[in-house]
């Protein structure tokens, strides 16, 4: 079909068709290495790190949700250095001191030593996520920020595809310079991320008039286009951070995500661990490198429904129910997946929770910059997501000290549902926001 039929500019078509394979696979990449850090600690712990380092199921979801308390610490101001200082610089900044990190993960000793660098972990990623979300945003018009967030989301649910796998063979490398699996592991997911974050500094462009592979109608497109969105904002509400942070919008939208990252993370740092159950309950036997891809099976059905559900949001416009409905999905689901009799029903309900939480990821996303630009973007992106990530460390804590109560799994996950469900009743309390004329200005000037 031709650009005339399809009333699309040939500048427009090829500088989005540029973006999509220069900037949001690479983001991507960086996402992939972001979360597969992050979340090693889910793989390490059941192949030998809890019995080394003698962890109670509440000590472990301790460990592994400190993280993001080290994270909320330091994430408006790193999005405001970020908006300041440009993405290139701060990002590969971000991606080498994370990386030096999760290296000195190789000997930790104790659980002390463990409570520590997780922590540590969090502070140097401080700013990683809603920083790579500013960036793509600032690269493309709202109209088409959904498809282009859905492409960089995609790598949430392959890091698990790809790295449970990865994780289970470094795992097996047991012995290998007279150290534990679980500590190559972390060796092994460590390095990436300082090799790319100094790539990083040389790739990556802060703004599309630093893209020398634009061309100068592209660039002009570009330019034109964000600049006409930043004025109709700015012009009908003023600028301001303060204001962005006071925003009852941005503070309903942050609750929102705290119910879907509860449950992201909940599955993330626990579902290794339920899989390893399975022997006892099912009276099945894995090998490591089997239960890594039995971990895996979920996120590809996941990662395929993002990418549909987030093109259908991208023809048709972000709506509310395009978060809304894979919201109650996961609410539902993810409690009945441990009263399924088989290993076998139980991973394919899981994969039902996978796709739900991934359908809704990326297309919430899309909706604050709907509303918010400029430095009001960078302080209420980061808002949403420290609040959001409040559930990473609620999350596994509640998740490990209630199954240590109990006894089971069940109770924990019937809590994972309910914080889905009010997700879901809230984002179908907001309003659909308009287009960018009557939107409420939080940008900076």
């Not at 991606?95 to 993960?105: N, P, Q």
């Amino acid at each position: 079909m031709s650009d005339v039929q399809t009333g699309v500019a040939p500048a427009e078509q090829s500088a989005l068709r540029k973006i999509s394979w220069r900037l949001a696979p690479f983001i991507g990449l960086m996402f992939f290495i972001n979360f597969l850090d992050r979340t090693a600690i889910s793989f390490a712990g059941p192949n030998g790190m809890t019995t080394d380092l003698g962890l109670t199921a509440a000590q472990f979801g301790f460990a592994a949700g400190i993280f993001f308390l080290g994270y909320i610490v330091l994430e408006i101001p790193s999005n405001l250095a970020l908006h300041k200082y440009g993405a290139r610089r701060w990002l590969a900044r971000i991606m080498v001191t994370w990386g030096i990190v999760a290296l000195l993960f190789t000997w930790v000793s104790s659980a002390t030593e463990l409570y520590t660098l997780r922590f540590l972990l969090g502070v140097a990623e401080a700013g990683f996520f809603p920083g790579a979300i500013l960036f793509l945003s600032g690269w493309v018009p709202s109209r088409h920020r959904a498809k282009i967030l859905a492409l960089f989301y995609l790598a949430q649910p392959l890091t698990t595809v790809i790295g449970a796998p990865v994780a289970s063979l470094l795992i097996q490398a047991h012995g290998a310079f007279g150290l534990e699996g679980w500590r190559i592991m972390f060796f092994g997911v460590a390095v990436p991320a300082i090799v790319v974050g100094i790539i990083t500094w040389f790739y990556l462009p802060d703004t599309p008039k630093d893209a020398k592979w634009l061309t100068k109608a592209e660039k002009d497109w570009l330019v034109g286009e964000l600049s006409s969105e930043e004025k109709a904002i700015s012009k009908s509400h003023g600028s301001m951070v303060g204001k962005a942070l006071t925003s009852g919008r941005v503070w309903l939208l942050a609750l929102v995500y705290f119910g879907m990252i509860y449950g992201l993370y909940a599955l993330a740092f626990f579902l290794p661990t339920i899989i390893a159950g399975f022997e006892a309950k099912f009276a099945t036997k894995f090998d490591v490198f089997d239960k890594g891809l039995i971990t895996a099976i979920p996120y590809l059905p996941a990662a395929v429904a993002l990418y549909f559900w987030s093109n259908d949001a991208s023809k048709r416009g972000v709506r509310t129910w395009h978060v809304g409905i894979p919201a109650l999905v996961g609410a539902a689901s993810i409690p009945l997946a441990l009263y399924m009799s088989s290993p076998e029903a139980t991973i394919a309900v899981i994969a039902i929770t996978a796709c739900a939480i991934f359908s809704a990821l990326p297309n919430f996303w899309a909706l604050p910059s709907k509303f918010l630009t400029g430095a009001g973007a960078a302080a209420g992106i980061a808002l949403i997501n420290t609040i959001g990530n409040l559930a990473g460390f609620a999350a596994p804590y509640i998740t490990g000290a209630v199954k240590d109560m109990t006894g089971f799994y069940q109770l924990p996950m019937f809590i994972v549902g309910a914080f889905m469900l009010l997700s879901a009743i809230l984002v179908f309390s907001i309003r659909q926001p308009r287009a960018p004329e009557g939107a409420l200005n939080l940008a900076s000037r």
